[in-house]
């Protein structure tokens, strides 16, 4: 079993800067893909970037790109979404994923380990 700890969250002004950090347990991190989604109320829950297991690959929602970055510290169990230009459409739960399919993962379906999800909401 895989625990996944979100935090980070919070409440900020268009155009300030975030970032979310997750820290696993209960499996070698390496093995996994990491993603985080996002979900605003009233919508689905959708990718919005994730990492491969060495790193090198990544995806990037068209939202978030140039905006975005997602990285991970295998070292440290941990995987990281800085957002930058917060707009408020960005406003939603956060939710930081990890799957055990080797490379970049987009369905939400094969992610096999859920974080609590942590709140950002972006003020105009």
């Known amino acids: 079993q895989v625990q996944l700890v979100e935090s980070g969250g919070g409440l900020v002004q268009a155009g300030d800067s975030l970032r979310l950090s997750c820290t696993t347990s209960g499996r070698t991190f390496g093995t996994l893909t990491m993603g985080w989604f996002r979900q605003a109320p009233g919508k689905e829950r959708d990718l919005v970037v994730a990492?491969?297991?060495?790193?090198?690959?990544?995806y990037y929602a068209d939202s978030v790109k140039g905006r975005f970055t997602i990285s991970r510290d295998n070292a440290k169990n941990t995987v990281y979404l800085q957002m930058s230009r917060l707009e408020q459409e960005d406003t939603a739960v956060y939710y930081c994923a990890a799957s055990r399919t080797l490379g970049l993962v987009i369905s939400p379906y094969n992610y096999n380990y859920w974080g609590q999800g942590t709140q950002v909401t972006v003020s105009s």
């Open positions: 990492i491969s297991q060495s790193g090198i690959n990544t």
